[in-house]
């Protein structure tokens, strides 16, 4: 189901250890003269130092998404997720939660999970045995007669989980910021109706992309280069990002099939009690996130090139096909596509200050068979060759940035989510460093 | 043409950012007690964050040659060159001059060019097609109805350059050296009878060396290993670098054949009005730089095993065969052999501080007919070895810089090049770090 | 004989120069605050200045194992050895000793030998020719007339031996701890009989596990794993490390199987006169070492699935086959295992901070026939099954050490050994820093 990672992992190895002083009073001053309205200096995107300060000021801080329940189903199934040196542990529990563990065992720092997904009981170190509980606990480690190890000190260390909707996040500080509670209630209605406890994973792609983070999340937060996104362009309307009054002349046309496209995927919503209104606080609140109903183009059901549906099985209480997209953008990783018939998510793992690994995900309802209600091609075309598009974009920026001769270039109106994207990082970081 | 690269780009990348002021101390002690006649010490081959400041003190300072004219024959020609962290398109103009302009979008940072070489009318940026002007000018930018977009602002940001007999340089700096222009003058006419407009690429060998760039250099400027060089020695008296009363015993037979084919040359030389004296400011400008026409041995008309001819066909203005090598060496990365019958273009282009791809690159009439006129391996064949060999040595000694035990060696006095090269690289860094 | 290495060169390459101040301050503050019986923190096996530091207070200081003489019979026999930046040539003498020379040419720091192995009469650098005798001293090196070379000032440099029992010692210290003179005549006793003057080497193994040394040596240190080593278990008695008292539940009938073969090897020992007595001063010395006779499971006479003979041929002045193993443990990085019929060394030697190089040695009787008298797969089963196992466990605490969240775990009794080292380190460092 899943790609092989074409790099070893060594090579993969971020530079750990403390941010050096010099790197963060770097930091600082480029935090302190950041530009409004233009790209973030090269640095950002290149140096191994900054790379570490953001692996503790934001990947260390925040509310990350790890995987929908979709892939982790049963009681017992698991996925590891690395990102930067983080190694984690996504768990279903037997009561149907779940839990989120660091990898590493307490006795002599292995990873105790060695498969990138499974499913387990206990959870048993490979190197001495030692035995851990679903919640970490340490119930098991061979000792000697009269050999006193206390157990309770050394149980796996547990991050905070919240499940919205199905999807699963994670926040490894010990006070996660409080306002993704708030956040959880606007944006549940929205994804609910999809129900992905109903869902299976039909295909995950993961692909690494040779840039940073941050310029895998910028490319992803405009439509600005949708030209380049012909196999999308055909469902997804390119004037994404845009609104009345922005629209450039050569997409005039597009803008009122959209318009058009919206009045009556506003209708089937008031029609079905579905939410369509867009609520977006991207960088106006720690938990930044944009989320909206809107429609596609053609056939107005799906990522195809007509836009018809890709799997003949409806998700959840859905009750038509032609519902558009209900779209889903979170900070600092994550974004996410609910369609009636199948739900893509997609988060930008760091790897280290030059790669990244994207993972895309594609959920179909459980009773869909494949070969018989979606084609697997046919259901991923549009994003595999969407996210190889990008990965080229991302690749192009990233050599870039490094050039002493790389300055910080001006974002266009129909970028104003990449701006957004920036200032809330740029606020974190600064919140971060004080 | 051209061949592919081994290794992955990502793997190149070099660490890029600020020198780290430690770095910079350690520098300026290590350049403070250069021993003179001796080789430098280990961390000028090994060190990252001096690679940095010679990509800053250096490669964006100085003339730096890019390609021959040969290489872009026609308007819209281009080659990219990377070096280090810059990015560069080198372009013939519609005129038939050469822009050199930083291959880096101004608005998101994108490669603009992403391939090595090829034609292009404008060039438009693959990301959000940003499109540009040979000389640089952002002719067209999508905006939205009422977005502002001051284009005189991002233009491509352009190096300056200089031709000197069909050879392009250029230089990063926004005030270059001025004496590069006392020396144009005092070379071009020694290699203008050649006419390079008049030929055309016969074979390109990109190599890596896995070794830092001062190795190479270093190696190029001394024969005192030619012993190593078996083809080449058929041709290059292997005495280069020595003068009278220097030459060991062992070369006192091919010095006595050497000196005899020198009366004869010079002979010739002065009949055609060519110039042959060797004139040689190494490391007494800053625009270093020797030049001379010297015998081959055998026939004295090629780098071949008898000395023969390589390609039947006259180069430029030239009426005869037998009229050795006019050779320049320039600093701080370039060299280069005008012969009658072709020429030999070579570059040292630091990739990090232990990669150096090198770049040779063979030139002949541009009405010769590979096959009829000339063979393409008997052509390459004593460089392409000579190359291969040159590779061994330099990753030999990069191996032993990176040692503890390393101690800087003494250079012999045919090893004076070597010196030379040291010295200017020495003054060029104290100047920078002053 | 010799696994080719895998991964090629330039990626290997150790970060070198010199140990950033900011290293050694956190490198002080860590080794200040070691908390006895717990494994180190994260930064010990993944930061790389701390991996210079190594090299210098550990490798660059103290007795390091580099090769026995089976391995270099005769005389001008070598072998090249790389530690981390040190590049040592193990030379055979014609009058039978060893030199260690660094394989540093003196005029340019070209590697002088550069095959991993062979045979050679005087040393001669590829690259200029210079030549050096079997002690290093420079014996030519081509000059011009009237070119003055103090040939004297110019010896490849040496590094300390000492010989025990056909083990090859270095010091690449000028003043090496003198303490090792006192061992010599502790441990020489065990191994003497065995005489590895009259072996050969079966066979050789390099694997690159990517992990930091110090995890290879403290996986080398315990048997707490030893339900992981299947094959090894068959022979070793996994109570390895355990003493009266602390044998747990599940290993009790192991260990009376132990204690009554105990019995009988100590007899046999006593009979032929062998040294079995435990001597153990893994930390309380400077040359920390452990040395026992112990015996083996089933046949008790090697390492095979019944502890049957491997080699038919008995080794050196030995009369009986059923001699257990005659174990060293040698700080920093090395360890072996003296049979009846077959030896096996060990070392771990650093690439850099997260590979290390681990080569294991199979020496047999020199008159042993392979095919008649062992067969080589059988020979060398047992520790090719266990050291991939061990990479794997290496490899798993290294992925472990590198996370934030990586705390450092208690050490079990029966890993007393990996505190020793662990100690010795952690002392030898604070002296190296002081």
Redesign the interface.
């Known amino acids: 189901m899943s790609y092989t990672l074409t790099r070893p992992?060594?090579?993969q190895?971020?530079?750990?250890?403390?941010v050096?002083?010099?790197t963060l009073a770097?930091l600082t001053e480029l935090l302190e003269r950041r530009r409004t309205g233009y790209?973030m200096e090269?640095?950002f995107y290149?140096?191994?130092g900054i790379f570490k300060a953001d692996?503790?000021g934001i990947f260390?801080k925040h509310w990350i998404f790890t995987a929908s329940i979709a892939e982790i189903p049963e009681p017992g199934d698991y996925v590891t997720l690395d990102f930067g040196?983080?190694?984690l542990i996504v768990l279903r529990t037997d009561d149907g939660g779940v839990n989120v563990l660091?990898?590493?065992?307490?006795?002599?720092?292995?990873?105790v999970l060695?498969e990138s997904r499974g499913s387990t009981g206990n959870m048993v170190c490979?190197?001495?045995?030692w035995t851990y509980a679903e919640d970490g606990t340490l119930i098991h480690?061979?000792?000697?007669?009269?050999?006193k190890?206390d157990k309770e000190c050394?149980a796996l260390?547990r991050a905070q989980v919240r499940i919205v909707a199905g999807l699963v996040f994670t926040c490894?500080a010990e006070e996660p910021p409080e306002d993704f509670d708030e956040v959880i209630p606007l944006i549940e209605p929205y994804l609910a109706p999809h129900d992905i406890s109903q869902t299976k994973v039909a295909y995950q792609q993961n692909i690494i992309e040779?840039g940073n983070w941050k310029l895998v999340m910028?490319n992803n937060r405009e439509c600005?280069?949708c030209?380049?996104h012909p196999e999308l362009a055909c469902s997804l309307f390119p004037t994404w990002g845009?609104s009345d009054?922005?629209?450039?002349?050569?997409l005039e046309e597009v803008w009122a099939r959209n318009v058009e496209a919206k009045i009556q995927l506003e209708e089937r919503c008031d029609r079905y009690g579905l939410h369509h209104e867009v609520i977006e606080q991207l960088d106006t609140r720690i938990a930044g996130f944009r989320i909206s109903r809107e429609s596609l183009d053609g056939a107005g059901e799906s990522f195809s090139a007509t836009g018809r549906r890709l799997s003949k099985k409806l998700l959840g209480s859905l009750r038509d096909f032609r519902l558009g997209r209900c779209s889903l953008h979170l900070q600092p990783n994550s974004w996410f596509h609910f369609l009636s018939d199948h739900i893509v998510t997609f988060a930008a793992i760091p790897i280290n200050e030059?790669?990244t690994l994207v993972r895309t995900t594609w959920l179909v309802a459980d009773d869909a068979v494949e070969g018989v209600d979606y084609d697997l091609d046919e259901l991923t075309h549009v994003w595999k060759q969407t996210n190889l598009q990008d990965k080229?974009?991302v690749e192009?920026?990233q050599?870039?940035?490094?050039?002493?001769?790389?300055?910080q270039?001006?974002y266009?109106?129909?970028e104003y989510q990449v701006e957004a994207f920036v200032n809330w990082y740029t606020q974190r970081m600064r919140e971060h460093i004080a």
């Open positions: 992992r060594s090579e190895r971020p530079d750990t250890g403390f050096p002083a010099e770097q790209s090269g640095p290149t140096d191994p692996m503790e260390g040196p983080y190694a660091h990898n590493i065992c307490r006795h002599r720092g292995a990873r060695t490979g190197y001495h045995s480690a061979s000792t000697a007669p009269g050999e190890l050394f260390k490894l040779e910028e600005y280069h030209d380049g845009l009054g922005l629209i450039p002349p050569h030059h790669q080229a974009f192009m920026c050599l870039g940035a490094a050039s002493p001769a790389y300055e270039g001006p266009m109106d129909s």
